[in-house]
């Protein structure tokens, strides 16, 4: 393993999903949004940003897979095992 080559495929990384979001989501990214992209994949962060712009009310579950929701429970569902929006 090389930190510094590890390093600079995730800088590169990163760049490449700011500039994919800035693109389809026609503003200026945020450290959430590519924090959000780190977690969901570029693709997924794309479609959970445009969803929670259009309606921030809207459940997770129409956002991101059942997969992702099963796995992360405590960031999708509140402490009473309802599903959190966008």
């Known amino acids: ?21 800035q693109k389809s989501l026609g503003r200026e990214t945020n450290e959430a949004d ?13 479609k959970f940003l445009k969803g929670m712009e259009k309606n921030p009310s809207m459940g997770v579950g129409k956002l991101v897979s059942a997969d992702q929701m099963k796995a992360n429970k405590s960031i999708f569902y509140d402490e009473k095992g309802r599903e959190k929006s966008a």
Request: net charge negative; aromatic share 8%; hydrophobic share 40%.
């Open 1 to 21: 393993l090389d930190p510094k080559a590890n390093s600079l495929m995730m800088g590169e990384y990163i760049k490449e999903n700011k500039d994919k979001l």
């Open 34 to 46: 590519l924090y959000l992209a780190h977690f969901l994949g570029g693709g997924g962060a794309e």
